[in-house]
């Protein structure tokens, strides 16, 4: 689907709208759970040098992937442009012995496969190169094509090693119960999308070749030509033979003007009638079907913004939710184990500190200590508005009532941190009331002038 203009624009716009640069660390672990390890200035201290180790670890290729050629923004797109390809995206993550933290390998979800036997050794029933257990119906392994073997023999890839899951498919949609693999983002409007592409292509072949004939030369009915009027100008000559006769094609001479036609000839202009006057309402007519069956508003799908301001703030709107549903699942499926384990590593390495977090890791019973620990959220791109003054006199009025907090307003507007601004902008406050710019005086100004002036003259001289 790379070469259809349709099938691009629709990843695009997903990617654009879900992931774009990265969606970015915000670790919020609570307070009211973790009261009894904690105060919370050291709590919110914690959580800024937690954000700030984890993106100077996911901007070091070294340490991000395997085979170390992506920062972990790079490795959201890749995954998120496989599975919208492909349907999933296989994970797998080891642990480094250098650094201590996880190290990522992906394999695009078309390579997980298994078309040699129907069941495993031990008896466990494979599905589409998915194992899971017979009797309780988990995953248990995944089954990778390996390009290294002439055969292909899969290679066996379990979900758990030494208790932690190292393995798992990444889905941007959530599935049927019962259902181990997710289908392509475009599996419901696919026959729609090839078959656009192949009209577009049909038409704009059809008006390209048709473009190369100029003129028509014709006779009355059973008039006997009479010379060649074209014949100082024909440079090359191809006649065509089929039902209806035979057609003679000619390539003239640039510049050439026909005068003195015999009585019943005439030259006409070829109409290539292509494309059809019905071809641009029929595209985007079956551009909004599509755009309908994948819940992206037309507008933005064709980037073509032609209603007035409520039409154009409901596309947002509904792409806003649309992208919200989207990171939701994607945040569950890869951000957030990927996370949990960086987190456990910098743990046991002792970069990081967390009162309980090892000690209750594998207990289910101490579930809202680890959670709590581990609790964040994931930030994308910013939201938009059309107005932005309308925007910020909303959000000024949420706040005044208590509906927001600054916190949520700066991160899910803005992109930013509110405590990092309010740093910042203090101490630019302060350095501005510690040397303010002063005025210079009259004759201060006077005597700058009077020398600019005598420099001027002296270089004209």
Known sequence: MRENPYASAVFGRLETHVI????????????????PYTDEEALQNWA??????????????????????????????????????SGDCLVVFGVSEVTGLPVIEVVDGINVRNDWAPFAENGNPITNGVETDKATGQVVAYYVENELDMMKTPIRVPVYRGGIRTAWLVK?????????????????????????????????????????????????????????????AIVGETSVTDDNGTATFRRMQPGF???????????????????????????????KTISFGLGIPPELLMLSFNSNYSASAQAINEMQNHTKQAQSIFVASFLQPIYDQWLTGMILTGKIKAENYLATMYDPRYFDVIGAWR??????????ELSVERMVNALSTA?????????????????????????????????????????????????????????????RA
């Open 172 to 232: 941007i949609s959530d599935g049927r119960i019962g259902e181990n693999r997710g289908l392509p983002i475009l599996s419901v409007v696919m026959q729609n999308i090839n078959e656009l592409g192949k009209y577009l292509d049909s038409e704009q072949r059809a008006a390209l070749v048709n473009s190369y004939i100029a003129m028509i030369h014709t006779r009355a009915p059973k008039q006997a030509p009479v010379g060649n009027v074209l014949k100082g």
């Open 20 to 35: 774009n640069a990265g969606m970015q660390l915000s670790p919020s672990p609570s307070y009211d759970v973790l009261a």
């Open 257 to 287: 003007f026909m005068t003195n036609l015999n009585d019943g000839e005439k030259i006409e202009p070829y109409d290539t009638k292509r494309p059809t006057i019905s071809f641009s309402p029929f595209v985007e007519t079956c551009l």
């Open 399 to 459: 706040v005044d009532r208590n509906w927001a907090n600054d916190k949520d307003i700066a991160k899910q507007y803005f992109g930013t941190d509110v405590e990092t601004n309010i740093r910042i902008n203090n101490k630019y406050r302060a350095s501005r009331a510690d040397n303010p710019a002063k005025a210079p005086a009259p004759e201060e100004l006077s005597a700058k002038i009077d020398t600019l002036i005598k420099m001027m003259e002296d270089k």
């Open 48 to 85: 800024t040098r937690t954000a700030e180790l984890f993106r100077i670890w996911g901007e070091d290729k070294r340490l991000v992937t395997v085979s170390r050629d992506a920062t972990f923004n790079q490795l959201q797109r890749k995954v998120f442009r496989a599975a919208m390809c």
């Open 375 to 384: 609790s964040a959220q994931w930030i994308g791109l910013p939201k938009s």
